[in-house]
């Protein structure tokens, strides 16, 4: 080698060490703290001043440090890897992801995950998670848990943190993160009536989920207290043939509602074609609502009224919940596990509720949150003149 290649190749070495990643003692020492004292201050642990966290965070920034992923596992033994999961929907094909709420959801999750030093792994809605068994997870996120859920049973054996979107029922969790279902659909059949329907119907689903089962009883609870006899249909919310046949037989009936509500993302466009087979008029022959994070609703002739479950903020908090029970952080909000948050209740604070005999052991205890939900009110439930005229329905093809 020539003294010019040799020279040359120093300054290969020089460069490539400045592009090097900085380490916690690059960031230590441009700090002038212990390595301890920065990874407190990045982990949010121990007992600093809020100026010396700081000043090591903004430091590590600067510098552009990021934990390592293997030096972790080899000091923590945990993996950084968190899953996400939708397990009511086990048994049928049911593929989640195609919905909007839960691609708002896993979006705002993978965000909050990585910020926290994590990454999130989608995992597959089976009834058997063998499968599982191949990826070191260090806790999981699962979405709308079914009554009972054998799942999340197992899970909780094997000792490891499970979070869920939605109230669980009778299954054990660390955590829980979900919507006052109850008082989003008395709001809903609220704005309804005022917008003069007097005759809402509901499309609901046949599954144990809390947000099914909450929210259908919300509405049969409003039927009992103006009067009302309940017009609903019920159908297996993971088939989207099944969801237009169910729209098509609610609007059919003899005595068809002049309202409806959709707890499902395609509800709406089932409807809106229901309606346009059928001859009604939506807003004048029929109001719409759906449950939908889509939108798509703002562009459907007419634009339909969405509420809206607000899954980034879910998504976001069940991810830090789930990672400060995988290391160890104790929640601000505990109540005992078995009770759960008031299904009437304000958003966000928990109140206890009564639990079953079937709840989880009496000695655990469960972070529960409530999210507030949001109502974007477009044409297809805007208030009718009085001088409407409800058309009787006609069948398919006729003018």
């Known amino acids: 080698m020539t003294a010019a290649a040799n020279h040359h190749g120093r300054r290969t070495t020089t460069r490539t060490r400045r592009l090097e990643r900085a380490g916690i003692r690059d960031v230590a020492a441009a700090a002038g703290v212990s390595i301890t004292t920065v990874s407190d201050a990045l982990n949010g642990k121990g007992r600093l001043p809020d100026e010396t966290r700081t000043k090591v965070r903004e430091v590590a920034e600067r510098l552009g440090y990021r934990p390592s ?3 972790r596992t080899l000091r923590t033994g945990r993996s950084g890897l968190i899953g996400l999961t939708v397990t009511t929907y086990g048994q049928e094909p049911f593929t989640f992801t195609e ?50 859920d054998p799942m999340v049973a197992d899970l909780y054996r094997q000792g490891l943190p499970v979070v869920s979107d939605g109230k669980p029922g009778n299954c054990p969790v660390t955590a829980w993160v979900d919507n006052d279902h109850h008082a989003a659909v008395l709001g ?32 049969l609870g ?33 005595d068809r509602p002049d309202a409806v509500y959709g707890l499902f993302d395609p509800n709406g466009t089932d409807l809106l074609a229901a309606a346009r087979r059928y001859h009604l008029r939506v807003p004048d022959d ?14 459907t002739e007419p634009p ?25 952080q104790a929640s601000a909000n505990r109540v005992p596990t078995g009770q759960a948050a008031n299904d009437s209740a304000s958003a966000d604070p928990t109140v206890p509720d009564q639990g079953g005999p079937d709840q989880t052991p009496a000695d655990q205890s469960v972070s529960g949150q409530l999210m507030p939900t949001e109502l974007i009110v477009r044409r297809s439930s805007q208030r009718r003149s009085p001088r409407t005229t409800v058309a009787a329905p006609r069948p398919p093809g006729e003018t």
């Open 69 to 71: 992923a293997a030096a």
């Open 99 to 148: 919905f909007a709420y839960f691609a708002e959801m896993a979006r705002a999750a993978t965000s909050a995950a990585l910020n926290r030093g994590y990454a999130l792994v989608v995992l597959p809605a089976s009834s058997r998670h063998d499968v599982w068994s191949n990826v070191a997870l260090d806790g999981t996120v699962v979405i709308d848990p079914s009554d009972h």
């Open 188 to 219: 809903i059949l609220e704005h309804l009536a005022q917008a003069g329907a007097r005759r809402i119907g509901l499309l609901t689903g046949t599954s144990t989920d809390t947000y099914t089962r909450l929210s259908t009883e919300a509405y």
């Open 222 to 254: 409003w039927c009992r207290s103006v009067g009302q006899e309940p017009l609903y249909e019920a159908y297996p919310a993971h088939d989207p043939c099944a969801g237009a046949v169910a729209a098509d037989r609610l609007l059919a009936r003899p």
């Open 286 to 299: 029929l109001l719409l609502v759906c449950c939908s994070e889509s939108d798509v609703y703002a562009t």
């Open 304 to 328: 339909i009224t969405t509420l809206s479950l607000k899954p980034r903020r879910i998504g976001t908090t069940v991810v830090n919940l789930l990672i400060d029970a995988i290391e160890g």
